[in-house]
Nanobody, 121 residues
Framework: QVQLVESGGGLVQPGGSLRLSCAAS????????MGWFRQAPGKEREFVAS????????TYADSVKGRFAISRGDAKNAVWLQMNSLKPEDTAIYYC??????????????WGQGTQVTVSS
């Protein structure tokens, strides 16, 4: 079992910045990648960014490229999302995700409880 705890959400004006944090505990040695997803009211949950545990390879949704940056700690059990040039359409609940590989045939995704990000003037 992996537990994920997010922090850092809040209210920010358009053009502002926020930094989200996610701390993982439990079976962190099997985490293959960590990332962030978001869900706006009335919309499906969507991918935002991810980073692999082995080589730190990052992937971003087109909508956040050039504005958001994901990074991870040396112990690979923490991940951050630096969000710059925020837009009202970035308003959503942001969820931390950990992809855990237990074996060749067994993997599982874990989720945090979510943190609210509101971009509004």
């Amino acid at each position: 079992q992996v537990q994920l705890v997010e922090s850092g959400g809040g209210l920010v004006q358009p053009g502002g910045s926020l930094r989200l944090s996610c701390a993982a505990s439990g079976g962190t040695s099997n985490i293959a990648a960590m990332g962030w997803f978001r869900q706006a009211p009335g919309k499906e949950r969507e991918f935002v960014a991810s980073i692999t545990s082995t080589d730190g390879r990052t992937t971003y949704a087109d909508s956040v490229k050039g504005r958001f940056a994901i990074s991870r700690g040396d112990a690979k059990n923490a991940v951050w999302l630096q969000m710059n040039s925020l837009k009202p359409e970035d308003t959503a609940i942001y969820y931390c995700n950990a992809s855990v590989i237990y074996s060749d045939i067994l993997s599982e995704d874990y989720w945090g409880q979510g943190t609210q990000v509101t971009v509004s003037s």
